[in-house]
């Protein structure tokens, strides 16, 4: 690969927030603003709101009130500032049509509201979801900028971080084939868990479940701040079922993230799994609760590509998602994990909670993502020697323009 090429280039990368509490894609960018740094390219992050926390972040609308900016009011600054400070690429993760790249990474704003609508499994409240979706004026904006964005034919090379995005993308606003190129999501690799803190964590999860070691207890790890879109009700029902199937004794779930908790310890405790569901709150590293579970698991309802998908892989966890999760695409069915054709299929989510309640299933996984070394096909490093390429295929049609336009 060619990357090299594009080393020494001035990238700027446009985001709309720098705070890497806020979710995957905040935390995303800046892993790739530092991987594309250490290659050698010159990287500049533009935001609209957010802290300056190194020399390289610059925050563009930090004087206006309010949490969020306005996507014209972003646009006029990031215009002001691209007319004083010269960048070899754009790249830009919200949908600007003057720059060189458009990496939707929270997915097209179509998909996300048609699954965040079906995520209610409620005929009513999906149908009213669906209608009300406009009445968000900031969503609107940036979606009708994202629909003009992607029917120009000469707009920004779209870097798709899955191929269910790429799949988003063709249909629902027609984008051709040749404007897409698919970047697989991936994530800083050479995380190492505290060995300290991850025995802290699992003493009192054994305790809170009135288990023993002895028992070989599985834990299934779910990690998410939006429980709903996420799937949690579905993964309590298939462990419902699951036991009543008498395929999972032995096995427990983990819930981690900020999310509400009481309708779904109801929902346990309705189902009689109480006991087999423990509740953590928000954690800092992800990775000391891997260290403690047995497989990762987010039946989503709609994830362009989890970071904890592939947190989990690179911890060497076998995973258990859905076909909505463009994470599917850096391991594969049967082999490294289970793909659910749908979140609300509990029968199939719960055969793959039997099928890893089996620890030699789980052996089996484990052994296969080690051979066949997902953790590099998953690193943050692959993503940024990928992008460069794409950098470097900008620069030389922006170059042979820029010659023809001096012939002429």
């Known amino acids: 690969m060619r990357y090299y090429a594009a080393m020494g280039k001035k990238i700027a990368i446009i985001i709309e927030r720098i705070d890497t509490a806020l979710g995957g ?33 610059h925050i563009l609308c930090g004087k206006n009130p309010g949490k969020r900016t306005c996507h014209r009011t972003f646009a006029k600054a990031l215009r002001k500032h691209l007319s004083e400070n010269y960048y070899d690429v754009i790249h830009s ?7 060189d790249v458009y990496q939707p990474r929270g997915g097209t704003y179509a998909e ?36 003009r964005l992607c029917r120009q034919p000469s707009g920004p090379t779209i870097v798709a971080i899955s191929h ?12 051709a084939q040749e404007r897409i190129v698919v970047i697989p999501n991936g994530i800083r690799i050479n995380t190492i868990p505290n060995a300290t803190t991850s025995d802290r964590l699992r003493r009192p999860i054994v305790a809170r479940l ?31 079922l699951a036991a009543r199937r008498q395929t999972a004794d032995a096995a427990f779930i983990i819930v981690a993230g900020s999310g509400e908790t ?13 006991e087999k569901i423990v509740f953590l709150g928000p954690v800092e590293h992800v990775q000391d ?34 076909r909505f999760n463009g994470a599917a695409d850096l391991f594969v069915n049967d082999r490294h994990g ?62 042979a323009r820029q010659c023809t336009q001096l012939s002429q």
């Open 210 to 240: 009135g288990i023993k070691e002895t028992e070989k207890p599985v834990f299934f790890l779910f990690v998410a701040n939006n429980f709903r879109l996420k799937g949690l009700a579905a993964l309590i029902r298939a462990m419902h």
């Open 338 to 399: 289970k793909v659910i054709d749908s979140p609300e299929n509990i029968s199939q989510l719960a055969e793959a909670i039997g099928y890893f309640t089996n620890r030699n299933n789980i052996q089996k996984a484990s052994e296969a993502i080690a051979a066949d070394n997902l953790t590099e096909k998953i690193s943050v490093d692959r993503v940024a020697k990928e992008l460069l390429s794409v950098y470097e295929c900008i620069s030389r049609k922006k170059s």
């Open 262 to 274: 009481r309708k779904y310890y109801r929902l346990a405790e309705k189902l009689n799994v109480h």
């Open 112 to 147: 996300s509201i048609l699954r965040n609508a079906a995520s209610y499994q409620n005929t009513l409240i999906e149908s009213y979801k669906k209608l009300t979706a406009f009445a968000n004026l900031r969503r609107t904006a940036l979606m009708r900028a994202e629909r």
């Open 25 to 57: 894609a905040e935390r995303s960018v800046i892993e790739l603003s530092a991987a594309l740094s250490a290659l050698g390219a010159e990287v500049t992050v533009l935001a609209a709101k957010g802290q300056r926390q190194a020399e390289n972040l």
């Open 164 to 175: 269910y995005v790429a799949d988003q993308l063709k249909q629902h606003y027609a984008v």
């Open 289 to 322: 609760l891997l260290s403690v579970s047995d497989v990762g698991v987010l039946p989503t309802f709609y994830d362009p590509c989890s970071r904890f998908i592939l947190e989990a892989l690179a911890a060497g966890k076998p995973v258990i998602t859905t």
């Open 93 to 99: 993760v919200l949908p600007f049509d003057f720059a």
